[in-house]
Each structure stands twice: as C-alpha cells, then as structure tokens.
C-alpha cells in the first residue's frame, strides 16, 4: 500500500496558491487516474485506486499545512503502512520555479509542513516530490507562498504539477530510482 500525500491549505481562498502545488498534484492525478476524492477521514480528503496490484490513495490534509503531520501520522499508523511507502508532494521555496525533484528521504528544510510529518511520524526516511516555486526576496515569505501564479508562471508550473504525478505513478509501478532518473526536471524559463 502507498499513501501519496499533497500538501496544501483548504479553502478556496488558497486555491491555485504556490503553498498549494501539492493538493494541485493531487487534483490532477486524480483527475488522470478516473478518482474521486469524496472519502473524508484522518483529518484529510482523499481516493483510492490499485496500481499495479498495489492499494493506493490519495490524500490531501485538511489540518492546513503547518499541522500536516496530524493526518499523515494517523493514516501511517492506521494502515501501518511502510514509511518508504509514504510519498510526500510539496511546495519548495529553495529551488527555482519549475524544478521537479523527486527524492528518496531527506530533512524538512525551511517547510513547516513537512517539519510536522517528520516530527509526528518520527522519520525523514520517505520518499518526497519537491516542486520548485522559488522565492521573491522583496516580499514576506507568508505572503509570498499563499500568493497565486500569474499567468506567465501557470505555463511553467502546470507542466511540472503533471510531471510530479507521472512521477509518482511511475515509483509505484517500477521504483524510485526509475522515477528520480526520468523525472528530475528543471525546466527552462
């Protein structure tokens, strides 16, 4: 079984925001594999399907970001699911805007999303999907993340929020390496 989990804030008033590009993923993997997301459990929305002989589902927590850790820790330990099997689709402040990395453990960085999965689960050993949003050094960084793409950044970001979801398919079918080697992108600006 794998637990793929986007991070983002709910509401609409956070919808399309960069601090949202992990629900995004979410939403558009969702759309691709036929699933609906309309189960509300573990503090999260989400679907589930089989891929490859595997149960997978797709969650997005309703905690808002900096307690995403609440919902992911409850699904983990209810499903004593494997940590390398918890994959992990965030926003990443500290890589430019349309890079894709997709990595097999790591540390929460500046994320406070992901501080609070790893404090509650008790691990950084699971794979995550980083999606470069950059950063504008103008601006307070709160205001920043839950501001919405213009138009010109949609172009860059929704061909990398589809990656990111190929991405994930593409470790449950064949594994992380294969995944990490095909999709690890920096796209050209």
């Given at each position: 079984m794998y637990i793929i989990a986007g991070l983002g804030n709910p509401g609409k008033e956070y919808s399309g925001t960069r601090h949202n590009v992990g629900f995004d993923t979410i939403d558009s993997l969702a759309d691709e594999l036929n699933i609906n997301?309309?189960?509300?459990?573990?503090?999260?929305?989400?679907?589930?399907?089989?891929?490859?002989?595997?149960?997978v589902m797709l969650v997005k927590p309703v905690t808002y970001m900096n307690r995403s850790g609440l919902a992911i820790a409850e699904i983990v330990r209810f499903y004593?699911?494997?940590?390398?099997?918890?994959?992990?689709?965030?926003?990443?402040?500290?890589?430019?805007l349309g890079t894709l990395r997709i990595r097999p453990h790591g540390s929460s960085g500046t994320h406070n999303g992901m501080k609070s999965i790893i404090?509650?689960?008790?691990?950084?050993?699971?794979?995550?999907i980083r999606i470069g949003i950059g950063r504008n050094p103008d601006m307070d960084?709160?205001?920043?993340?839950?501001?919405?793409?213009?138009?010109?950044?949609?172009?860059?970001?929704?061909?990398?929020?589809?990656?990111?979801?190929?991405?994930?398919?593409?470790?449950?079918?064949?594994?992380?390496?294969?995944?990490?080697?095909?999709?690890?992108?920096?796209?050209?600006?």
């Open positions: 997301l309309n189960k509300l459990k573990f503090n999260s929305l989400y679907g589930e399907i089989n891929i490859k002989g595997e149960k004593k699911v494997p940590i390398e099997n918890l994959i992990v689709i965030y926003d990443d402040i500290d890589i430019p404090s509650l689960i008790g691990s950084d050993k699971f794979p995550r960084l709160a205001d920043y993340v839950l501001q919405k793409f213009s138009l010109k950044e949609r172009e860059v970001i929704n061909p990398i929020i589809d990656a990111a979801g190929k991405g994930v398919v593409e470790i449950v079918e064949n594994s992380l390496d294969y995944a990490m080697q095909k999709y690890n992108v920096k796209t050209v600006e």
